[in-house]
């Protein structure tokens, strides 16, 4: 699954049903750090040295208005509980990391 950041107004989820490969990747290498948070506003929150995102399991569940699929959940949740013992996940605000493929 790649969070691909078009813009820094622009998002899409792809490769939804890839549940192994995890990440955010940057459309333009161009776009700046601010350009990165604001675009992700709502998704996830960026981390200082700007190679991590912490997503949001409520907001890909919900992607831009739409839930999804039942079978897609279950899938997305066997995901979370795969990673939990890397540390990826922080239970208490409901985010998954994932790293920024093209950050500086």
């Given at each position: 699954?790649?969070?691909?950041?078009?813009?820094?107004?622009?998002?899409?989820?792809?490769?939804?049903?890839?549940?192994?490969?995890?990440?955010?990747?940057?459309?333009?290498?161009?776009?700046?750090?601010?350009?990165?948070?604001?675009?992700?506003?709502?998704?996830?929150?960026?981390?200082?040295?700007?190679?991590?995102?912490?997503?949001?399991?409520?907001?890909?569940?919900?992607?831009?208005?739409?839930?999804?699929?039942?079978?897609?959940?279950?899938?997305?949740?066997?995901?979370?509980?795969?990673?939990?013992?890397?540390?990826?996940v922080?239970?208490?605000?409901?985010?998954?990391?994932?790293?920024?493929?093209?950050?500086a």
């Amino acid at each position: 699954m790649i969070i691909h950041i078009v813009s820094a107004t622009e998002v899409e989820l792809n490769d939804r049903e890839n549940f192994k490969a995890f990440k955010v990747t940057l459309g333009n290498p161009g776009l700046s750090q601010t350009d990165i948070v604001s675009a992700l506003s709502g998704i996830a929150t960026v981390d200082a040295d700007g190679k991590t995102a912490w997503v949001s399991a409520a907001a890909l569940k919900n992607w831009q208005g739409e839930p999804q699929p039942a079978a897609w959940v279950a899938s997305f949740d066997k995901m979370v509980e795969s990673v939990k013992k890397y540390g990826w996940v922080n239970e208490a605000d409901g985010t998954v990391r994932a790293h920024i493929e093209g950050a500086a």
